[in-house]
Nanobody
Framework: QVHLAESGGGLVQAGDSLTLSCTAS????????MGWFRQAPGKEREFVAV????????YYEDSVKGRFTISRDNARNTLYLEMRSLKPEDTGVYYC???????????????WGQGTQVTVSS
């Protein structure tokens, strides 16, 4: 089983940028489709972005298209989420997850890390 650890969150102002990292251990990241999800206070965890095994294809939730970029470095066993033009509604705990299929469905992902908090002030 792959073990994931997110990092890079913080407190930023609206319009700022932030890059999150997700480091894998235990198994190679290259074996999994990888996704980023987020959970705002009092809300369900929601899909943000997903990337295929080699990184050739990516998919995004509509509200982050054009602002967020998901990428992966399989040699470093690391997944990234570059976030630009951040908005207060992007606030939440961000999680990376691993899946055996390319999907945006939360239930298909597992091996969740502890998450990293992103707070965007207006």
């Amino acid at each position: 089983q792959v073990h994931l650890a997110e990092s890079g969150g913080g407190l930023v102002q609206a319009g700022d940028s932030l890059t999150l990292s997700c480091t894998a251990s235990g198994r190679s990241l290259s074996q999994y489709f990888m996704g980023w999800f987020r959970q705002a206070p009092g809300k369900e965890r929601e899909f943000v972005a997903v990337i295929t095994l080699s990184g050739g294809s990516t998919y995004y939730e509509d509200s982050v298209k054009g602002r967020f970029t998901i990428s992966r470095d399989n040699a470093r066993n690391t997944l990234y989420l570059e976030m630009r033009s951040l908005k207060p509604e992007d606030t939440g705990v961000y999680y990376c997850g691993a899946s055996e299929s390319v999907t945006t469905s939360l239930s298909a992902f597992g091996s969740w890390g502890q998450g990293t908090q992103v707070t965007v002030s207006s």
